[in-house]
């Protein structure tokens, strides 16, 4: 997986979007004189998810679709810099107008160079960060990534499951299609050195359905956020554990969640990242 570029061929017939399912449906504030710029990035140096394709195809489909930005699709982190390498069409963070780890896991392959320049993409010029499911189990190593994305993975109690979910924001863009409670069945991750006061929880697991006879639940406040918003200095970022399997890329739902993500952490809509003590 390291090292090379996903073909934009093979990705386009994986995990296939309702056709015109995104176009014309942005009211999009866009970069001047072009579309927007998203750099995909999947480079697993731990638990490889088969769900991955998926998720870079999705991104890319979104993009194309609705015109609102172009994608580029990285199994490596060497885009992942602020230096020009003068070589080929490389594109450098400078290129880009947000970034999106699909399901990245273990400690990824970048210099000290390299996390600097992407915390100053994100902290200093306010360019967006969208982590999608296993982006949450993703260098442990960096203080900085877990404070920027809102924590860590700390396991998945309940496997994949039908997991009941309730609506938090029903003001955020990347929700608001959501009824006020639902099931998804997909793999929620539980999150360490997380809290509900430094983001804006989005969806929550409902406590009163959950089994918390396992020895693998560490929360001893039972609150399981599915998904979050919140800022980190002047970036955008969004996180969301759903996307575990192949399936939750054909369900129109998962795809509109993070098609609004993204669209919302390019600056695009508006939605709050102020933090809320409970469900509204």
């Known amino acids: 997986m390291k090292n090379r ?22 009211k999009a504030q866009m970069p001047p004189n072009r579309m927007a710029r998203v750099l995909v ?28 930005w172009e994608t580029t699709l990285r199994t490596d982190t060497e885009n992942i810099t602020k230096k020009d390498l003068k070589k080929g069409n490389f594109k ?19 210099t000290d160079d390299q996390k600097a320049d992407m915390m ?22 960096w203080p900085e990534y877990g404070e920027m994305i809102g924590g860590w993975f700390n396991e998945h109690p309940w496997g994949t499951f039908n997991a009941p979910i309730i609506l938090e924001d029903p003001t955020f863009p990347a929700v608001r299609h959501f009824p006020a409670a639902f099931v998804k069945h997909d ?22 359905k959950l089994d918390f006879n396992n020895p693998r639940v560490h929360r001893d406040d039972h609150d399981f956020a599915v998904a979050w918003s919140k800022m980190h ?5 969004f996180y969301s554990t759903l996307g575990h399997t192949k ?10 969640m993070y098609f609004e993500a993204i669209k919302w952490v390019l600056g695009m809509t508006e939605g709050r990242t102020t933090s809320h003590a409970s469900h509204y």
């Open 233 to 237: 200095g002047k970036g955008r970022v």
């Open 120 to 141: 100053s993409f994100i902290k200093d010029d306010g360019k967006g960060f969208v982590g999608i499911h296993a982006a949450l189990d993703t260098n442990y190593k």
């Open 92 to 110: 450098s963070l400078n290129y880009f107008d947000a970034l999106v780890f699909a399901s990245t896991t273990g400690e990824l392959d970048l």
């Open 187 to 208: 793999e929620i991750y539980q999150a360490k050195e997380w809290s509900r006061g430094k983001v804006n929880v989005l969806l929550r697991l409902d406590e009163t």
């Open 5 to 26: 570029r996903i073909a934009f061929a093979a990705l386009v017939g994986i995990g296939m979007l309702a056709t015109g399912l995104y176009v014309g449906r942005a």
């Open 247 to 256: 399936e939750a890329w054909d369900d129109p739902d998962i795809q509109k």
């Open 41 to 68: 990035v999947a480079q697993t140096n731990g638990f490889e998810h088969d769900s991955v394709p998926d998720a870079m195809a999705a991104v890319y489909r979104m993009g194309h679709e609705s015109r609102l």
